[in-house]
């Protein structure tokens, strides 16, 4: 079934690959938009399939599921193994749902679209494999692979400088990939492992400073992909260059490889020297919610805006995992998949914002929100999305920011503190996008305004339910990652960073507890 889901975007590419060319006989035979109807079939199959492995998913489970094991290269020690657990179970979910949002998202008119369609199928691929893998060169390889893909989609479908972003993108991604592989081939050689199946690695005996070089390649290379500061520089000008459909992918998906690949490899493989170096990951992670709040607050441009807010929001995903408790892991979870739906729904309305008005200039644009011959409905998806990016409670973000700060305040409060500040600043510079777009006097140059189709607004109606849902309800996603999050913390992991509480001493905050089911409840 994971090969399924991994494998039946490239069937989509291949179908799309025998259409015949436009000006054929037998392609004027073909209903329209054959490429977009391949692809928006597939990818919905490939939603499905991952809808029914979390139906089918096993919470209580300590293992991964649904695990595939074949020889491939043996003499490397790269193995085809896939697997299923509570870190990755919602990503998957989340690449099928937003792959199947860009895709029909994407304007049907769009230039060259058997190429466009098979270029995000196979980006697709890429993550979906990255998810699943269970053997860190098919990680890898799986990670190098939505390399090439991303780059065309926005070195053809891009703005007016998307050659310049698309080619820094390329060179960050490239050096991040390197940066990982050297740390993947240190850590199975060092370790006189046989084999790159993760399940068969030890590190234990590895020396602490070799321990510390290995972890430090993987943060640059995953601190890359995230982005943190200071190489974060490729995010703003992708997401600036990037149409629609594309920047929806790439905050809503494709950042999310960074934080997992910390996740999952650092903290799960080197346990000791992430307890030692925990401290400094958590200033890094304020400096980073700090730089990217305030510089959010400066931009003028709403795709940038939400750019520099995705580097603040995925700084507390980094203290959760330097805090490395329970409940702040489980945060972490919580966190990529609110910033997955929030930032895919932003990307979404701001698209329906530059399209009907030709800018995204928040100094220009002005009553938006005007019922008459505005955008009211717009308006409003995006005064919920920046009441859910800026915490509100009742919305996921507020609760993937409540498991974060409640479960890393007791091991490093002081960061904690300053990294809430993040939070009211979210709050600052996305009032003042909303203000100055949708509230005010509508200018003239904006008095016939085209109008918006409920097709345009449907995928952002869909994700400011699930937004909501999940706000009210997250015990329907704790449920799928308690237990898998709660195994990734070794031993070596819990002593080393998790301070002993004073005796007859009640900490009044809510707590995680576990019914019989081994479900999380969040207690308010």
Known sequence: ????????????????????????????????????????????????????????????????????????????????????????????????????????????????????????????????????????????????????????????????QRGYAATKFLIYTAVSG???????????????????????????SLPMPTQFFLLGLLLVGFGIKIPLLPFHTWLPDAHVEASTPISVLLAGVLLKLGTYGLLRFGLGLLPESWAVLAPWLATWAVVSVLYGAFTAIAQTDMKKMVAYSSIAHMGYVLLAAAAATPLSVLGTVFQMVSHGLISAMLFLLVGVVYKKTGTRDITVLQGLLTPEQGMPIIGSLMVIGVMASAGIPGMMGFMSEFLIF???????????????????????????????????????????LPRVYWSERLPAFALALLIVVLGLQPNWLARWSETTMTALLTPATAIAITPKPPKNTAIPFPSLSLNSRSTATISL
Do not use: C
């Open 406 to 448: 409640r479960g890393s305040f007791p091991i490093f409060p002081v960061q904690t503190l300053i990294s809430m500040i993040g939070t009211g600043l979210t709050a600052v510079y996305f009032l003042l996008l909303v203000n100055r777009t949708f509230f005010g006097r509508l200018p003239q140059q904006f008095a016939n």
């Open 178 to 204: 390197i940066l990982i592989l050297t740390a993947f081939l240190g850590i199975v050689w060092l370790s006189q492992s046989t084999t790159f199946d993760y399940a068969e690695i030890h590190t234990e």
């Open 1 to 160: 079934m994971l090969s399924a889901l991994v494998w039946i975007p490239v069937l989509g590419v291949i179908l799309i690959g025998l259409l015949p060319r436009d000006e054929s006989a037998l392609a004027r035979s073909l209903p329209p938009n054959s490429a977009r109807f391949i692809a928006l079939s597939t990818s919905a199959i490939t939603f499905a399939l991952s809808i029914v492995l979390a139906l089918q998913f096993d919470s209580t489970s300590l293992n991964s599921q649904f695990q595939e094991w074949l020889p491939w290269i043996e003499p490397l020690g790269l193995n085809y193994q896939l697997g299923l657990d509570g870190l990755s179970l919602p990503l998957v979910v989340l690449n099928g749902l937003l792959t199947w949002i860009a895709i029909y998202s994407t304007e049907k008119s769009i230039q060259r679209p058997r190429l466009y369609y098979i270029l995000v199928l196979l980006l697709n691929t890429g993550v979906a494999g990255a998810f699943l893998s269970g053997n860190l060169l098919l990680f890898f390889l799986f990670y190098e692979l939505e390399l090439i893909p991303l780059y065309f989609l926005i070195a053809i479908w891009g703005g007016a």
